[in-house]
Structures are given as structure tokens and as C-alpha cells.
């Protein structure tokens, strides 16, 4: 998660399956893909006039989930947002639910097959699970929302599964903390990192057993713990 938070915001993903980085342009309004090594870059999803934020991908299926959210003409205050998917080359567009207030990261659990967000209007992670991925239509086929944490104001800003633990992550950056809870929404909230630096983009990485994540607090850092202990 990179750019100013809110504005140019950029929410990178890469999946070895499919070669590409994906991330989200808020102020450009579209989806891009590029190597890892910069060296071809291209536009998939033009979300004109719609603003998107975060990415997540389900790589076994090959489909593509991202926030988008609706904002008046000059203006970051965001409406309404909402999840739309698309294939990971940017074909067959689709809206997937809508009825947030204000959509920031996007995560998807291979395990459970649900998608995760962060409603930083809301202060609550949601998830649901991920529709077919061939006959679902989005104006007949319903999906059910379900709320895996209410953090009483907390902020959550990014967020991210990590699969063999059962926990998702989020940023909760009014309180400047890292908070998790189990994925079905049954276990408490923890603080797994307190002074956190005002955190905002989160990434985990299982080979190495550390949890990374972007401050906005002071010039701005990358920092990490181990998702062991959470101790730096």
C-alpha cells in the first residue's frame, strides 16, 4: 500500500501462478498489471468513474476482487463502495455486493473460499463467500455479507489472511494498532501490535513467518514481526 492514503492509493499483489503485480490507482480510476521487473505495464479494469482501492486475488480460480467506491466530481469523500471482480486478465467485469460505506482492503482466503474486507466508515471487517465463478449473476444471485469483527472504531485500513493460522490482520490506524481475530468470526479481537506507527498497508509472507506493514506516522516506514510473537 503505497501514495498518500486515500488518494493515490496503490494496493500491490503477486501471485507466481500468473507473473503479474496487480494494484489499484485510486485518482486514475483504473486496475493495472505489470511484471515484476516493470518491463511491460497495462491497464485491465478501467472503474471510471469509480475510485478503487483494495486488491485481492483468487489464484486458483483465476478471478480478480477489488473495492470500488463512488465519490462526487472533485471530491475524496467517498458515498457507497463496493466489491467487483473480474478475470485476472481483466475480462468479465462484474459487480459482486455493494452497501458499504467506505471500502479499504480486500483479502481472500484460499482456505475458506471467502472473501475479506475492511469498511474503514464502518470500523467492521466483513467477508463472504466467493461466488461461483462461472454462473453467478450479480442482478439475480444474492450474497450473504457476514460481519467477522466490529473493532468500535478502530479504522481498518488494509488487511490480510493468513491461512494456516485462521486469523485475519487488519491495520487499525485510530488506534494505532495491528488487530486480528479467527476468520469465522467467533473468537475475540486481539491487539497484536500496539504503537504500530499509524498503520495503513499489511502483507504477510508465510515462508518467512513475518507480518510487514506501512506507517504513516513520522517519514513513514516498513516494518515487521513475526507472526510467531508479534514482538519487532
Not at 15 to 42: H, L, V
Not at 98 to 104: A, D, E, I, P, T
Amino acid at each position: 500500500y503505497c501514495g498518500w492514503w486515500k488518494r493515490n492509493a496503490i494496493y500491490d499483489i503477486e501471485f507466481k501462478q500468473w507473473g503479474y503485480i496487480y494494484y489499484a490507482e485510486w485518482t486514475a480510476m483504473k486496475i493495472t498489471r505489470s511484471d515484476p521487473n516493470g518491463g511491460t505495464t497495462e491497464v485491465i479494469v478501467d472503474t471510471a468513474p469509480l475510485k478503487p482501492t483494495g486488491i485481492a486475488i483468487d489464484e486458483k480460480i483465476g478471478k480478480l476482487y477489488y473495492a470500488v467506491s463512488t465519490t462526487p466530481p472533485g471530491s475524496n469523500e467517498v458515498l457507497e463502495s463496493r466489491i467487483q471482480r473480474a478475470d485476472v486478465d481483466g475480462g468479465n467485469v462484474q459487480d459482486v455486493v455493494g452497501g458499504f460505506q467506505n471500502l479499504q482492503g480486500v483479502a481472500f482466503d484460499p482456505e475458506t473460499h471467502r472473501v475479506f474486507v475492511s469498511d474503514i466508515g464502518a470500523s467492521k471487517i466483513y467477508s463472504f463467500e466467493a461466488p461461483d465463478p462461472i454462473n453467478f449473476n450479480a442482478t439475480t444471485d444474492s450474497v450473504t455479507v457476514e460481519l467477522t469483527a466490529d473493532c468500535g472504531g478502530c479504522e481498518p485500513v488494509d488487511l490480510e489472511v493468513v491461512p494456516h493460522e485462521g486469523k485475519v490482520y487488519w491495520a487499525a490506524l485510530a488506534v494505532d494498532k495491528i488487530q486480528r481475530t479467527d476468520v469465522n468470526g467467533l473468537g475475540s479481537i486481539e491487539d497484536f501490535i500496539v504503537s504500530a506507527g499509524s498503520p495503513v498497508g499489511l502483507a504477510a509472507n508465510n515462508a518467512s513467518g513475518y507480518l510487514f506493514w506501512t506507517t504513516t506516522g513520522g517519514d513513514g516506514e516498513v516494518r515487521r514481526a513475526p507472526l510467531s510473537t508479534g514482538a519487532p
